[in-house]
């Protein structure tokens, strides 16, 4: 256990709403990363963040915004969602401390967009 | 770019038995790190071994371990005396060392364990 919550775990909304995701770490991994999983796609980088308010763009990032104004929340926003964007979404934390490279995955958003 | 290839999307074993998960890759980095994750129905993502390619020896966790060939861009899975609690979606991952924070995943493969 890596301590990672998301919020929520599900969530329905329509088309062209804002939507905000949670990922919550206990602790104080510097990185923190956003992927999405879609069938036949495997899991793929939408941003991530290597601390406060420093973040990155990912393969993904189309249409979507992360803030990250405390080490322990990293946000995705959808800015307006659209059914494409349906997916579940895992937020992943890599202790910086540690050269192997590994990341760890939070228990996953299932966000469904109609 | 690098990609991963699994091309097996589906699999199936006896329990107590023994299966090997194929994975090839493509890099033009000589120092890189490869992973196996387990997503198991909960759909949590699960990390099951990891390789470092400057490391010869194949890593091993218990029942599992793996036959990383570097020259041959393969890295396999080998599960050994498998278990119900085997059966999940398996995904080999890699990670370059120069400077990209992604993860790179290959699409899957479905484990099925067969009582």
């Known amino acids: 256990d890596a301590g990672i919550t998301q919020s929520p775990r599900h969530k329905v909304t329509e088309t062209g709403t804002p939507v905000t995701l949670r990922c919550h770490q206990t602790e104080n991994h510097r990185y923190m990363y956003w992927y999405r999983q879609d069938p036949g796609h495997g899991l793929r980088l939408i941003h991530y963040?290597?601390?406060?308010?420093?973040?990155d763009k990912g393969e993904v990032s189309d249409g979507y915004s992360v803030s990250r104004s405390k080490t322990e929340d990293f946000l995705l926003t959808l800015e307006s969602a659209t059914s494409s964007q349906t997916s579940v979404y895992f937020c992943a934390i890599r202790p910086g401390f540690s050269y192997q490279e590994t990341q760890y995955f939070g228990p996953g958003t299932r966000l469904l967009v109609l | 770019a690098q990609t991963v290839t699994q091309s097996q999307p589906e699999m199936s074993v006896q329990e107590a038995e023994t299966v090997t998960l194929s994975c090839t890759y493509d890099?033009?980095?000589?120092?890189?790190?490869l992973f196996w994750y387990k997503q198991p129905p909960s759909r949590q993502m699960i990390l099951v071994i990891r390789?470092?390619?400057?490391?010869?020896q194949n890593a091993t966790e218990n029942r599992f371990s793996v036959n990383f060939q570097k020259a041959a861009k393969s890295f396999s899975l080998k599960i050994s005396d498998s278990q119900l609690g085997d059966a999940a979606m398996y995904f080999c991952?890699?990670?370059?060392?120069?400077?990209?924070?992604?993860?790179?995943f290959g699409k899957g493969t479905k484990l099925t364990v067969n009582p």
């Open positions: 963040s290597y601390g406060v308010k420093d973040t």
């Open positions: 390789q470092e390619a400057y490391k010869q």
């Open positions: 890099t033009s980095e000589s120092d890189y790190y």
């Open positions: 991952a890699y990670k370059g060392q120069g400077g990209s924070e992604k993860l790179v």
